[in-house]
């Protein structure tokens, strides 16, 4: 979520465990979110992230602080960028953004839908789990799918979606929540056999009306660098940049290389 980098830039940050990312693939996991604007020193992050005892840390940091991927380098471990995310928002959503007909909040009811359209939408997604050679992508996109449906049960969040005419299945969803100021679109996806047919288009206009029901007026929504399709479509639609950030993956270098496929694996992983 966005707010978690709009934090004060001298807000004391540290290495929290991800318990449910460690169980998932196990192996003890750490995150760390570095806030706009940081300006914690090489060293101390290094030291910290190092001595923190985790098998994989996760650090998203914005790009601005472009000396920390060299500058986190070390012989005992292994760093590697895993990704990078940009943040578009906009502004001032018409007070009159008119629903999408058709469009539903979807219920516990439909949950069998939703996850069969997440796993189908993001099973072969480049997220930074992704550029992991040493996470199974089958608990990967377990855990998009559980992510996904967290949002039925969070408080000032919900799922939109559109239904096929039969029922059965779901032709796009997203996640939505209210954090702050902003209405955040946190995960969105078409299934593939509608793509290319500018659903997308209904995606986003069902949640800027969500958001803007919500009484905050604006709308903010990230993506990885390489997904130039909804980038494209957010600058047609009114959205601007806000920045970017990047992820880093840091293995002590013994767990990294007992843990890495060999050759043959590589081969047969899609
Ligand atoms: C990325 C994604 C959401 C796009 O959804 P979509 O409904 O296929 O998007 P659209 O149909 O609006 O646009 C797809 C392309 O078709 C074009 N298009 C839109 N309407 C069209 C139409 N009627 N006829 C032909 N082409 C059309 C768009 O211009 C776009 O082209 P571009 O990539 O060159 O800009 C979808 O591919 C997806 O779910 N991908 C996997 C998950 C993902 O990336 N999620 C978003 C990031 S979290």
């Known amino acids: 979520m966005l707010s978690s980098f709009l934090a004060s830039p001298d807000f004391p940050w540290e290495v929290r465990k991800s318990l449910g990312e460690s169980n998932r693939f196990?192996?003890?996991?750490?995150?760390?979110?570095?806030?706009?604007?940081?300006?914690?020193?090489?060293?101390?992050?290094?030291?910290?992230?190092h001595s923190s005892g985790h098998d994989l840390v996760i650090l998203r940091y914005p790009v601005e602080r472009w000396d920390l991927a060299a500058g986190l380098q070390h012989q005992d471990f292994v760093t590697w960028?895993?990704?990078t995310l940009l943040y578009f928002g906009k502004e001032k959503l018409e007070a009159n953004a008119t629903a999408v007909e058709g469009v539903l909040v979807l219920a516990a009811e439909q949950s069998a839908q939703i996850q069969q359209v997440v796993r189908q939408t993001f099973v072969l997604y480049g997220s930074h789990y992704m550029a992991n050679p040493t996470l199974d992508p089958k608990a990967v996109i377990d855990g998009y799918v559980d992510w996904a449906m967290s949002f039925l049960y969070k408080p000032n969040s919900c799922i939109l979606g559109e239904m096929n005419p039969d029922q059965r299945s779901i032709i796009w969803f997203c996640t939505l929540s209210i954090d702050g100021r902003d209405g955040e679109i946190?995960?969105?996806?078409?299934?593939?056999?509608?793509q290319g047919q500018g659903m997308y288009l209904r995606l986003l206009r069902s949640a800027e009306s969500w958001i803007q029901k919500h009484a905050v007026d604006r709308a903010v929504i990230s993506t990885q660098a390489f997904n130039g399709t909804v980038i494209r479509s957010w600058i047609r639609n009114g959205y601007n940049y806000l920045g970017s950030l990047n992820t880093l993956h840091i293995m002590p270098r013994l767990v990294f290389m007992s843990r890495r496929p060999t050759p043959d694996d590589i081969a047969t992983t899609p």
Do not use: H, M, W, Y
């Open 81 to 83: 960028q895993a990704d």
């Open 186 to 194: 946190v995960l969105g996806g078409v299934s593939p056999n509608t």
């Open 26 to 49: 196990g192996l003890s996991i750490g995150r760390v979110d570095l806030p706009f604007g940081t300006s914690v020193k090489q060293n101390e992050i290094r030291e910290i992230i």
